[in-house]
């Protein structure tokens, strides 16, 4: 009975298992099967895919690489695209050895000092020992005296090439390369450039190439000139000129014309003047340096030798001052970086240089639809000042009512520098 009860059970459960199945029957999966298509055959083939409902679906394969939506698209890329990419990779190869360089160059500015000081302060020290043991000791005079004509040469060397203001003109050259490199990605992403923006890009990293050149025999920028003159990293162009009256559109008025005119006057007044004429106090002092630290050590190893022929006090006692000044000297000089300070001004006069040719140059556009928007000009000017726009309006004015009334004006137009 038991074993009857038990069969009973599994038959009917069975059979209501049948029946759930059968009220909530689920259609099946249509089976799929891929042929691989022959590769020397070029038509267009096609796979059937057949389920058990006797459905056939039909998917086309394109042998023509050529028909592809990404070739497609690709090939209504403009040419001056691409030559923008290829420019832009240029300038990240630039951008890398720039900081390569500038860090090789720091290193040379921080071992050249350090090891020039240790050489004169060891040839020093043994003139003292010398001539406080009161006996002739050949071999620390000549030692010295060999000592002092090394750090001479050295000296020079360091002073002619002026390592930490190669340093500086790294740092610049990385600065505006990669602001070159932002600006011809947002041009790329927001505009549609053409060959006129390719031949302006360019032309700008040439500039910088020349501006900052990377080798120093032959190309390396004067350490010494007469006078501080702007760096100039870009592109001169000449502005177009005429008498042709303005309109008021592209945001453009005769009040924000204005504007910008006495705000180049502030620059050329205040701004620009002021960082020459620092500039021109730190060649100077450069100067000095350069010439005094090699002149010391020259002394000192002179009057080291003399101190070898003649053991004379006076030769021992100048020999030990000039050696102990000229490490001052030369600490003042290049671990003060007074070249770098004189690349800063430089580099700062440019970009005050800059900004009168650039907002020059946007005035004698006489055509405004050519020019860059009014609004957005200002905007750029403001910023590049780090002033507001209420700010630099009122710098405008304030330069307006001290040039009328023959007054000067204290206030310079950028905060930044």
């Not at 074993?3 to 459960?13: E, H, I, K, P």
Request: hydrophobic share 40%.
């Amino acid at each position: 009975m038991a074993s009857l009860q038990a069969s009973n059970f599994v038959v009917s459960s069975s059979s209501s298992s049948n029946q759930i199945r059968a009220a909530i029957s689920l259609p099946k999966l249509p089976s799929v099967r891929f042929s691989a298509p022959k590769l020397r055959q070029p038509t267009i083939q096609s796979e059937q895919l057949n389920s058990k409902d006797g459905l056939i679906n039909t998917i086309p394969i394109q042998n023509n690489v050529h028909s592809t939506p990404l070739v497609q698209e690709s090939s209504s890329i403009s040419m001056a695209t691409f030559q923008l990419y290829a420019i832009l990779e240029a300038i990240a190869d630039r951008v890398e050895m720039h900081n390569n360089i500038g860090e090789q160059r720091d290193n040379w500015n921080t071992l050249l000092l350090n090891s020039i000081n240790m050489i004169t302060l060891t040839a020093t020290t043994m003139v003292g020992v010398a001539a406080a043991t009161g006996v002739s000791v050949m071999g620390l005079k000549l030692a010295s005296s060999v000592m002092f004509s090394a750090a001479t040469g050295m000296l020079v060397l360091m002073n002619k090439i002026q390592p930490s203001q190669l340093v500086e003109e790294q740092r610049n050259a990385t600065r505006l390369f990669k602001q070159l490199q932002s600006k011809i990605k947002t041009l790329l992403a927001v505009g549609s450039p053409c060959q006129d923006d390719v031949n302006d890009a360019m032309e700008k990293v040439l500039a910088l190439d020349k501006a900052y050149p990377l080798p120093l025999l032959g190309v390396m920028l004067d350490k010494f000139p007469a006078s501080l003159e702007p760096a100039v990293w870009w592109p001169t162009k000449q502005s177009p000129n005429s008498n042709k009256a303005l309109n008021n559109n592209n945001g453009w008025t005769k009040e924000l014309e204005m504007e910008m005119r006495e705000v180049v006057e502030v620059i050329k007044r205040k701004d620009s003047e002021d960082y020459e004429r620092l500039g021109n106090k730190a060649l100077n002092m450069n100067k000095v340096l350069a010439t005094s630290g090699p002149l010391l050590t020259g002394i000192a190893a002179l009057g080291s030798a003399f101190m070898v022929s003649s053991n004379s006090p006076w030769a021992t006692t100048v020999a030990a001052v000039a050696g102990a000044l000229a490490s001052a000297v030369n600490t003042f000089e290049h671990g003060g970086q007074v070249g770098m300070v004189f690349e800063m001004y430089r580099n700062n006069a440019g970009f005050f240089k800059l900004m009168q040719e650039s907002i020059k140059s946007t005035l004698d556009e006489c055509d405004v639809e050519k020019r860059e928007n009014g609004e957005l000009f200002e905007m750029k000017v403001a910023l590049q000042l780090g002033r507001s726009l209420s700010e630099l309006r009122d710098v405008a004015k304030k330069s307006s009512y001290s040039r009328i009334e023959g007054s000067s004006m204290d206030e310079f137009a950028s905060k930044l520098f």
